[in-house]
């Protein structure tokens, strides 16, 4: 049986002692014109009569009548025990008089919404709907510790006290950021103390709220090309000057980027693994990109998105890490080692004053983040279940890693040559001279085969044509018919 809606709250009923019109005889007009308008839809509950009847200060009689005779046209019904309702049906000929769909004012003029349109560049991939094979950047959400997480969650309910209720901290909730620091330190070998971690609601937002707090309107700024996206629109729509940089086997070109461009405030990088070429930005070009970044007062913003998974060797320490200078902001995100609609990253800065600073942004962008997550994420990383499911997904992701590039070896060596790299999310595949990129961009759309053209992530630098495969939230079965597909698109998108 459907669930009955729950009592509405009625707003918008004025009702006049002065009015020549009886009070019934305005309230059936006003309740019979909002079902007319669609505004009270059918199986909506109307407030009992004595709720109504107090909030408008009138007799509760009044409000029976009225709903009385509502009922006798047929547009309410009385549900013994339940209260009232508007009715499925309609009387007939407010059915034909097509009007019950309310309908907002229009503006007179379309108002433009401040977005640079030409430079900002959503994602092309929602994971709203399946997920299907190769689809980029999504965890195995299969393997997510539900059971943990509804435990964790239901004590932090049972627990929440008022003093959680209120207004909490714009930087995120404190023992998180503790929590964080404690896991960056020793996971990822960055610098820092809990007073310099600002907690966001996903990298995205990080990237923004950098963007807002240190860059001006004609700033220019260094991003990888190609490179993510979701960086640069968010530089691009602070409105700054775009500055592209190569990415070579040694990660980005720092060479390139001193020799062409002058007075580079900010330079986006993402230095474990690039996306979405996936090379390691060299020890050797860390040092240079940091001396660089010195020399010029320049900001490097290392976007750490999915460094936890290395598969081969010791993880690499971060580039802030490195940083003697206090140029390096570090970002990460919990969306590739826990789940995406999780919405929770952070932001590490140099120094807790510059923390103070961002905090007067943030606070007029969101107040603060959720705090329920943020509570339940706290205890699931101090309860040591987060680094216990980041070494889990480490070995299954290894696993599938090797199937994939097993299956590429065995059915789709003619086609693809896949780059080496044992790390990241993703697996870059450079295609062979004999496909056409456009028809197999056509071949995979038709058949469901979710592929990434990093050609799609340039800006000016051409490279040659690839295709990035994501693994690890397919099973050794999905992708092995994921790689069947492909290879019939591949046989079909040949010169
Ligand atoms: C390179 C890179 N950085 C950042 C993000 C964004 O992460 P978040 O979900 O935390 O906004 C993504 C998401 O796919 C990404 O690929």
Sequence with gaps: MPKESPEIFLSGIKLSRKSSEPLYAQLYAQLREMIIHGRLRAGDRLPAGRTLAEELGISRVIVSQTYEQLTIEGYLIGKTGSGTFVADTLPDHLLHAGKLKVVS?????????????STVRLPASST??????????????????????????????????????????????????????????????????????????????????????????????????????????????????????????DGFDVDYAQATYKNIKLAYVTPSHQFPLGYTLSQEKRKQLLAWAEANDTWILEDDYDSEYRYEGRPLPSLQGLDTCGRVIYCGTFSKVLFPALRLGYLVLPSAEMVQGFKKIKQIIDTQPPLMEQLILCSFMEEGYFLRHIRKMRLLYAERLNTLLTLVKDQLSEFLTPNTSQSGMHLLCWLSDDIDAAKLKAEVRKEKVFVSFPSEYTIQHHMPPSITLGFPAFTKYRLKLGVEKLKVCMERARK
């Design 105 to 117: 004012p229009k503006p007179k003029k379309e108002p433009v919404v401040n977005i640079n349109e």
């Design 128 to 249: 709203e709907n399946e997920i299907v094979p190769f689809h980029l950047g999504v965890p195995s959400l299969d393997s997510f510790p539900f059971k943990i997480w509804h435990q964790i969650g239901n004590k932090v309910l049972k627990d929440l006290k008022k003093q959680n209720l209120g207004y909490n901290n714009t930087l995120g909730y404190w023992p998180l950021r503790k929590a964080i620091a404690s896991y960056l330190r020793l996971s990822r070998a960055v610098q820092c103390e809990a007073e310099q971690v600002i907690i966001v609601t996903g990298a995205q937002q990080g990237m923004n709220l950098v963007a807002q707090c240190l860059l001006k309107r004609g700033d220019k700024v260094c991003i990888e090309d190609p490179g993510y996206f979701g960086a640069a629109s968010a530089f691009a729509n602070a409105g700054v000057e775009m500055c592209p940089v190569p990415v070579r086997e």
